[in-house]
Nanobody
Framework: QVHLVESGGGLVQAGGSLRLSCTASGRTSSINYMGWYRQVPGKQRELVARITSGGSTNYADSVKGRFTISRDFALNLSLQMNRLKPEDTAVYYC???????????WGQGTQVTVSP
């Protein structure tokens, strides 16, 4: 089992910055990928950014150049979000994927609201 807890969401004006954090606990050694997803009401949850155990990253086109995902040796995950836009408003979820069991773990989500 992997337990994920997010923090750092909030309200910010367009053009501002926020930093999201995710603390992982439990069987963290089994994690292959970690990432951030977001979801708005009525839409599917979408990938924002992901980082592999080897440190490779990929980003949604909509956030490239503005968001940066990072992870420390203890698998604490961060998402630095700069130049935020109103369309970035969503609930952001931390994700961890364990390939040996093909299981995705999710945090409880944190709200990010960007005002015009």
């Amino acid at each position: 089992q992997v337990h994920l807890v997010e923090s750092g969401g909030g309200l910010v004006q367009a053009g501002g910055s926020l930093r999201l954090s995710c603390t992982a606990s439990g069987r963290t050694s089994s994690i292959n990928y970690m990432g951030w997803y977001r979801q708005v009401p009525g839409k599917q949850r979408e990938l924002v950014a992901r980082i592999t155990s080897g440190g490779s990253t990929n980003y949604a086109d909509s956030v490239k150049g503005r968001f940066t995902i990072s992870r420390d040796f203890a698998l604490n995950l961060s998402l630095q979000m700069n130049r935020l836009k109103p369309e970035d408003t969503a609930v952001y979820y931390c994700n961890a994927f364990v390939s040996s069991t093909n299981v995705n773990y999710w945090g409880q989500g944190t709200q990010v609201t960007v005002s015009p």
